[in-house]
């Protein structure tokens, strides 16, 4: 898959100690059946770093004074980062005629002018922007501090996704019209124009890092669509445990189709819209009314 076979083999104690470096550093989880991914994968790295054996890179990735970079490195090889702009319709229509409006309605009374939405593993920015321009199109929000911020753990597709250069098969299901007013012409390939990329903020950042994720401040919406599907159950309670602290009352969090808070939480209310289902932290007792 790399263009490199490794003829060093992975053991099973090797592939135990590796699976559970990476799972504390980040979250992701492999079961025994992808020992030999993990091996062809990872082996390319030995050659690299002149290591005779896995358990040699095990201690790398243990002890080494570079070990921070090495585990962000091989981020890039172990994520799988397909994405593409206006990925699930229906949600972004549920999240364009009801979650906006109903937040933009309840701001409008308690006089807050901000919006706050935050695409956790956002992988090459598609998602992020394409919020920014369904906001855009939206209008309503002149004089108001919109900010959206974009946040994946792979170094690679995050230098990607602030280049906001795309190819082709970013916009499989992209209307023209988005095309010519929020895209320009380059080389072949198109580039988001500035008035999309100057309400996005693109960052680095581990899931399983609450630290990190408190500095983010609060948000309105959260976008984490198939991401969860890469965490163990144990993860995934960590990971929106992090939601709902950085969720204001009231704020929104959605997930992928395949995804779900089934057996994760009861924190959060499943709300029933006319065009998907969304999860929503809810107000405080006493407070009435929707956010």
């Known amino acids: 898959m790399f263009g490199f076979e490794s003829e060093i083999t992975m053991n099973d104690e090797e592939f135990r100690l590796i699976r559970d470096l990476i799972y504390s550093h980040c ?16 082996g390319k790295r030995l050659e690299l770093h002149h290591l005779s054996g896995f358990r040699d890179y095990y201690h790398f990735l243990k002890y080494n004074r570079n070990k921070d970079q090495e585990l962000a490195d091989i981020m890039d090889i172990l994520t799988t980062n397909e994405t593409y702009f206006f990925r699930e319709a229906f949600q972004l229509k549920a999240f364009t005629d009801e979650i906006i409006p109903e937040i933009r309605e309840a701001k409008l009374k308690s006089g807050d002018r901000s919006l706050r939405i935050w695409s956790a593993g956002c992988s090459s920015g598609e998602e992020p922007y394409t919020i920014a321009m369904l906001l855009l199109e939206m209008g309503g929000f002149a004089g108001w501090n919109v900010e959206i911020v974009g946040t994946d753990i792979s170094q690679r597709v995050i230098q990607q996704a602030r280049k906001g250069l795309y190819g082709k098969s970013s916009f499989r299901v992209t209307d023209d019209t988005y095309i010519r007013r929020y895209f320009t012409e380059q080389d072949g390939m198109h580039r988001v124009n500035d008035k999309v990329r100057e309400l996005v903020t693109i960052s680095h950042l581990n899931l399983l890092d609450s630290n990190r994720i408190s500095l983010l401040g609060r948000m309105d919406v959260i976008f984490c669509r198939n991401v969860l599907i890469y965490f163990d159950q144990c ?10 602290r950085t969720l204001r009352d009231g704020g929104f969090l959605l997930l992928g189709h395949s995804e779900s808070l089934m057996n994760i939480t009861t924190a959060f209310t499943l709300r029933h819209l006319k065009n998907d289902m969304v999860y929503q932290k809810p107000l405080p007792p006493g407070t009435g009314g929707r956010p």
Do not use: C, P, W
Not at 31 to 39: F, I, K, R, V, W
Not at 235 to 244: L, Q, W, Y
């Open 235 to 244: 993860a995934r309670r960590t990971v929106i445990e992090s939601f709902h």
């Open 27 to 42: 979250g992701l989880f492999f079961d025994t059946d992808a020992a030999y991914l993990l091996e062809k994968r990872l």
